[in-house]
Structures are given as structure tokens and as C-alpha cells.
């Protein structure tokens, strides 16, 4: 059986992964990926990457007994996911660090380290499904549809498919937890993570106002408009807001009103009713496919554009060089910088961040 | 196959002698030496033997010598507390050190800085050994006190100092002069009888002993101000109810240590001559950092060029050869530490391993960690990704 390095957060999921490993055969290595530093945050790393995340990781790697390393990715990191993250929202969009990370630093560092410790294969704990055949490696949702993690990974660079791994792709999250406390594992009552790893707060405005500095136009005070142009309101920064937010508006108006659209260049919020929320054509952009050739115009598809949603119906055209992606039926609260993935049925074909969205009748504002 | 330890400078096994000695201390001998009644006077008697032994095998007397809770609070109490007594006493003293020493001397002579000392002036060091003269001068001409701080057997390459010579030179001066010597007990005659030493750490666990417990002597005359305050144990300097199972066992890991000790040295100096020829070999471009400096017998620190550094040790710990990057205090940390960046200035791109072999080091285990330090560095050299 060959070496296979395992990416551990302290997590059951992972924590699982890598015993399934083990059980499989496999001599198995164990890193915990540094993204952050923690020391000066004030918080005691609630979430899954933070020093106690290293610490439960080890003691894991020692009931299996296997080695566990913590690769330091602070800078790589910082440069491709947090500067990023800052990026987006600074520009009136709604960033995901996670499919970021997966796609720029986490595979790519794990294989390159791997391929140094020896590894040939690189496994993770996440609820999707590989598959190595003749004609390449297909990346497959989860059969746990709960728990299904595809949406995540459809930035993998493609010739890194073949040494990937993913143990937990066949089990329910029901089945991980119980397989973690037959084998006693000390992480196996761990509540799932929900916070954004450096964003220990749980209040990413902190770290921008850090970044940016608080006199940014993100932060500032603004206008809230509606689709005519009339002021009906104001916000205390657009970096504050997303596609769909409901919450933060201020009341007087004749109805739930919804954000829209966030517009950076005179700081505007525009928001409207809840049927205004919903567009059927998609403009995406860094495409990245993870098929040996990208899907044709026409090809009948169907894209996820957030994460526990459901896949809804799709084709992808060119249009003036750029990539759209016409929806079969609306879908509400498409936002600039989320994920749009693309499926062939459980197949994820690959995907791109979401540029703007608009309506079929009148096409996407340029 | 089994795994080889080969990182005795970062921490020993307790041996069989020290874990006997302490045995009885665990459970029936468990009384306060501060108690008046049998349990605390057997006690008591157990801290003074043990407090003799370690008096004996340096050469000072029995009342020179506090045990602490280990090496760095050592180094504090030496330092910060030889500072505070000299600025209650009026003094601005200066705090001398050297840019190869511990973290725990370096952040205390910083920390004696915001207590008081006047200055903290890190002399440089060649990978000779020799010191930067003309601030060691100048400190010491001082019409103020001046506190020197220097190890006598650097932790990550095993670099002895001239310490007899710059503990005379601190003499003459009317300075205090302190020593880590904590990797040169059992390597290095470490006799204060016959060095002018005024402060000395010691720790346990670098020399077969437990961890956490560790000796600082202080010469009658070096006045000190204690960093904790509680009870009047360790004659005040100390406080705090004594770890006597800790006291014996490090007492006899030191009278086992001098005891031994020009066996013991002789004995890894072959092994290390074997090792470093072996690396050699087996390696290309690979230096020996210290290589043409007196060095202490259980340390081999090598640079190895174009490869990472972090790789080279995960891949060597996959190989079953246990050995460490620098000191084992700041593993994880990528950079290369500050001894080897003092001695040999910023060198990107060179890989720092350091061997330190000890009592259950044989030749078969130096054969094989030079091996596979070959054989990966070649892995990695060939595959190395841009």
C-alpha cells in the first residue's frame, strides 16, 4: 500500500478519514495546515484550524499511531485567501474563503509537500467522492446529501484530481461520528465548525476594519436605494451587507425589503422585494473545470450557486467573451464572488465565482 | 525497524540509577521538609543529601546551592534577579550576553532591561567561538556593575565558549558573571572551584534526570532578588514547597554525570567522528557548523544546501531518525535559528539538522541516520519541485 498524507483539522471528519486510512492499509501521515496565528486574537481558536485544532489533530495521530506534522501556511495563506477575502468585500462582494483556500493553497501545498515526505496520494475528510478510471479521475458529490462538500472544491486544479482521496465520500455524517466513537477518538463529540477559521469571532467587519483601515468607502456610511434610484434609507457600510440580506435595512418600508445589489462606486445598497431577488442568467468568471474539456454551449448541466442549495437546471454560452450561464428557472439571491458550480448529474464538472447576475428579458447590466 | 533517538540535547530518558533514587520519594517519603515531625525531617534529610551531592560534584558549598523548577527559571533568577538587586541597591547596571545563547537567557536579559538595567548588549560570536571584543571591553570598563550572561556549550551546535577566560575577565572587572551550563554538565569539567563562576544553571533532564526540576548555584556574595514571593524555602530565593523527588533525582543524575563524564565523552566523540564522516560522505555540500571550533562531544549540527528544511526533518522522523532542526524549543518555526543565522549570517536555502547522541547511541544508529539523511536528501533534491 503506498504513503498517503492526510490533511487533519482536529475535526471528527477528518479524524475519521484518517482512521479509515489506516484501517485500509495505508501507512498514513498526518498534517495539520497552520493558516493562521492565533496568539493576539483574544479568542481561544473555537474553530477547527486553530491551536486547539493542532493539538486534538495530534492526539489522534498518536491513538492511530501515526506521524502528524503541522505545515505552516501563514503567509501563503494570508496572500491567497485573507487578502482576497478583504479584496472582495472591499469591492461590494460576497467573498468564500474556504473554496479559495481548497483551490490556491490547501491541495496544491499538501501535494507539493507530499510529494516531499513521499506521499503519493493526498486524502481529506471532505463528503465528496473520487473516481480513478481509465479516462482520468471524476470528482463526485457525497452520497450524504446533508453533508455533501462538492460546492467546496470545484477550484481543485485538475491534474491534482488523480492523487486525491476522500475516505468519507461513501458514509453519512451519522455513520462518521458513530465509527469515530467506536474507536474512542477524542474528537469524536467535536461540534461541527461554522466560522470562517480567521475569523475567530465570528465577525469578519473586525478583520476588515483592520485591513482597510475604518475610514475605507466599505465602511462607511451609504445610501439605501431601490431599483428607480430613490434614497429610501441609509446603511453603515456596504461591506456589512450580502445578495438576499434581509437583516440590518431599517423598517418603514411597505414590506420585507431584500438586498439586491451592492454598488461600490457611490456606495449604494440597492435593495427591493423579494421577487426582485431572482435572476436566470449568471455571468461567472476564473472559470476552472476539472473535465478534460470544458462542457459545450448547449450541453444540458446544472449549477449550484450556493452551498446547500439545490442544483437547478442550466446552459453555459459565450457571449461577447464572456461566460453565461442560462438558468432553466429563476434563483433567487445570486451574489457576486459566491461560487457557481457546475454538475453532470452527481459529477462536478467544475465552476467559476459569480461575476453579476441578471434577468433573462433584460440581460445582465454590463 | 526501530526508530533512533537522536536528540539527547532536546531532552533524556530519566535512567534506571535516577528513577530508583527517586522511587521512594513517590509515596512513603512524600512529607514537607518545612514539617517538624518524622515525614518532613526525612524529607528535609533527602533535600539536604541532595543538595550536597549536586555542592560536591561542582565544587561549591551546600548553602550555594537552589534548586528551581528547571533551566529557563534558572536563567531568570540568575539574571533578572542579579539586576533587581543591584538597582534596589542604586546601581544602572549593564546586561552582557551573546547572540548564541538560549531564548530563555536572551528574553531575560530583555526582560532585566524594563527592570532596571541600563542596557542589553549581545556580543557577537564567530563560529571559532571567539566574541566580539570591543563591547565585552567597553561593558566592562564601565563605572556601572555589568551582569554577563554566557553558555558554556551552545544547545544547537555544541560550540563551547571560552567561559574559564570570560568568567576571569568578569572577575577582574568586579562584574557577575553567569553560565547556562546545562549541555555542558557530564560533557566539560564544570568545576566552579577552579572557574570563577558567580551564577550557574543546571537542569535535570539534559542528563538522564526528570524534567522541571533544575539548580542554580549562586556564590556566597552574589546577591539576588528573588522573582516569586511566598514562603521562606531555598533560603528565600526560592519559594515554594520543595520537589524533593525532583531534588534527588537530579542530584543523582549529576553525581552520575561528573562521574562518567570522561568516558562519557570519549565515547561520543568517536561516535560523532563516525557520524560526520558518514554525513559527508553521504552528503554533498554539507557543513559541519562549529566544525573547526572546540565543541562539546554529543552535538553535530549540519547545514544542508537546497533543500527544505522542514521536509528534510518530517522526512527523516518517517525514516524512524529522531533528531531536530535547532533547538527543540522552536520547532515548527521554519526559519533558521538565531544561533546558526549569529554564526553564519542569513542563509536561505540551507537546511539545519542538528544530531545529539547520548548513553543509548551506537554505532549501528549513527550508520543508519547518516544513511537515510543521504538517501533523502537526494529524494529531495531530485524531486524538488520549483
Known amino acids: 500500500m503506498s504513503r498517503v498524507l492526510v490533511a487533519m483539522s482536529g475535526g471528527v471528519d477528518s479524524s475519521v478519514a484518517a482512521a479509515l486510512l489506516t484501517d485500509a492499509g495505508h ?115 457525497g452520497r450524504d446529501e446533508a453533508k ?4 467546496f472544491l470545484w477550484g481543485l486544479p485538475r491534474e491534482i484530481l ?57 465602511l462607511q456610511p451609504g445610501p439605501l436605494v431601490d ?18 440580506q434581509r437583516k440590518g435595512l431599517g423598517g418603514g418600508f411597505d414590506g420585507p425589503r431584500y438586498v439586491l445589489e451592492i454598488r461600490p462606486a457611490d456606495r449604494a445598497v440597492v435593495v427591493g422585494a423579494r421577487e426582485e431577488l431572482y435572476s436566470d442568467l449568471v455571468e461567472v468568471g476564473e472559470l476552472n473545470w476539472l473535465t478534460p474539456e470544458p462542457p459545450r454551449p448547449g450541453d444540458e448541466l446544472s449549477v449550484q450557486l450556493r452551498y446547500r442549495a439545490p442544483a437547478v437546471p442550466a446552459t453555459i454560452q459565450t457571449s461577447h467573451g464572456r461566460q453565461l450561464l442560462e438558468l432553466h428557472q429563476e434563483f433567487p439571491a445570486v451574489t457576486p464572488g ?27 447590466p454590463a | 525497524m526501530d526508530p533512533i533517538y537522536l536528540d539527547h540535547a532536546a531532552t533524556t530518558p530519566v535512567r534506571e540509577e535516577v528513577r ?83 531564548k530563555a537567557v536572551l528574553a531575560a ?15 557577537e560570536v564567530a563560529p571559532d567561538g571567539s566574541l566580539d571584543e570591543e563591547p565585552l571591553k567597553e561593558a566592562l570598563a564601565s563605572s556601572e556593575p555589568t551582569v554577563v550572561s554566557a553558555m558554556w556549550v551552545n544547545n544547537e551546535t555544541g560550540l563551547v565558549l571560552d567561559v574559564p577566560a570570560l568568567a576571569g575577565r568578569v572577575r577582574e572587572a568586579g562584574g557577575t558573571f553567569h553560565c547556562d551550563a546545562v549541555q555542558a554538565l557530564g560533557k566539560l569539567p564544570v568545576r566552579l572551584d577552579e572557574v570563577p563562576i558567580d551564577l550557574l544553571t543546571l537542569t535535570g533532564h539534559k542528563i538522564y534526570g526528570p524534567k522541571s526540576v533544575g539548580v542554580l548555584i549562586a556564590r556566597q556574595g552574589t546577591g539576588l532578588r528573588p522573582l516569586l514571593h511566598g514562603g521562606g524555602q531555598e533560603q528565600g530565593l526560592r519559594p515554594g514547597t520543595e520537589d524533593v523527588c525532583g531534588a534527588v533525582g537530579l542530584a543523582r543524575a549529576v553525581t552520575l554525570a561528573v562521574a562518567e563524564r570522561e568516558a ?112 533523502v536528501v537526494a529524494r529531495l533534491r531530485s524531486g524538488a519541485p520549483a
Open chain 1, 27 to 141: 501507512e498514513v501521515v498526518g498534517v495539520t495546515m497552520k493558516t493562521f496565528c492565533y496568539t493576539g486574537t483574544g479568542s481561544h481558536g473555537k474553530s477547527c484550524c486553530g491551536l486547539d485544532g493542532i493539538a486534538d489533530a495530534r492526539r489522534v495521530a498518536v491513538a492511530l499511531d501515526i506521524p502528524h506534522y503541522v505545515f505552516d501556511v501563514e503567509e501563503d495563506f494570508t496572500r491567497d485567501v485573507i487578502d482576497d477575502f478583504v479584496d472582495e468585500y472591499a469591492q461590494g462582494r460576497t467573498p468564500n474563503p474556504c473554496v479559495r483556500c481548497n483551490s490556491n493553497t490547501k491541495f496544491r501545498d499538501l501535494l507539493r509537500r507530499g510529494r516531499e515526505l513521499g506521499c503519493d496520494r493526498i486524502a481529506s475528510g471532505h463528503y465528496v467522492r473520487s473516481e480513478h478510471g481509465p479516462d482520468g479521475s471524476r470528482l463526485l458529490r
Open chain 1, 148 to 151: 455533501d462538500q462538492s460546492y
Open chain 1, 162 to 218: 488523480p492523487k486525491l482521496l476522500f475516505p468519507l465520500g461513501d458514509l453519512t455524517k451519522p455513520e462518521v461520528r458513530a465509527r469515530a466513537r467506536a474507536l474512542e477518538l477524542t474528537t469524536a463529540e467535536k461540534p461541527e465548525s461554522q466560522e470562517i477559521c480567521f475569523v475567530p469571532t465570528g465577525d469578519y467587519r473586525d478583520l476588515l476594519q483592520k485591513r482597510l483601515g475604518s475610514v475605507h468607502a466599505a
Open chain 1, 227 to 244: 431599483r428607480s434610484g430613490e434614497v429610501v434609507g441609509e446603511h453603515d457600510g456596504y461591506a456589512g451587507f450580502t445578495v438576499g
Open chain 1, 338 to 364: 459566491q461560487s457557481a458550480v457546475l454538475f453532470q448529474g452527481d459529477r462536478v464538472l467544475g465552476g467559476g465565482r459569480i461575476v453579476r447576475a441578471g434577468r433573462h428579458t433584460t440581460p445582465a
Open chain 2, 20 to 102: 530508583e533514587a527517586m522511587e521512594p520519594h513517590l509515596h512513603g517519603c512524600f512529607g514537607n521538609p518545612s514539617s517538624p515531625h518524622k515525614w518532613g525531617r526525612e524529607a528535609a534529610a533527602a533535600l539536604a543529601e541532595a543538595r550536597d551531592a549536586v555542592a560536591t560534584a561542582v565544587g561549591v558549598r551546600f548553602t550555594e546551592v537552589y534548586f528551581t523548577r528547571g533551566g529557563t527559571e534558572s536563567d531568570n533568577l540568575a539574571i533578572r534577579g542579579r539586576v533587581r538587586r543591584l538597582v534596589e541597591e542604586g546601581h544602572a547596571p549593564s546586561v552582557v550576553t551573546t547572540a548564541i545563547e538560549h
Open chain 2, 109 to 123: 536579559s530583555a526582560a532585566a532591561v524594563s527592570e532596571g538595567a541600563r542596557e542589553r548588549v549581545v556580543l
Open chain 2, 264 to 375: 562519557t565523552a570519549r565515547r561520543l566523540a568517536d561516535l560523532r567522528e563516525r557520524l560526520e564522516e558518514r554525513l559527508i560522505r553521504e552528503v554533498e555540500g554539507l557543513r559541519i557548523h562549529a566544525g573547526d571550533a572546540r565543541r562539546a562531544p554529543h552535538v553535530s549540527s549540519v547545514g544542508i544546501p537546497g533543500v527544505d528544511g522542514s521536509s528534510l526533518l518530517m522526512s527523516l522522523d518517517l525514516e524512524g531518525v529522531a533528531v531536530s532542526g535547532g533547538s527543540a524549543c522552536q520547532s515548527g518555526a521554519q526559519d533558521v535559528s538565531h544561533v546558526i543565522r549569529a554564526l553564519y549570517g542569513d542563509d536561505a536555502g540551507i537546511a539545519v539538522v542538528r544530531y545529539s547522541l547520548g548513553r543509548s547511541t551506537t554505532e549501528a544508529e549513527v550508520d543508519r541516520a547518516a544513511r537515510a539523511t543521504g538517501e
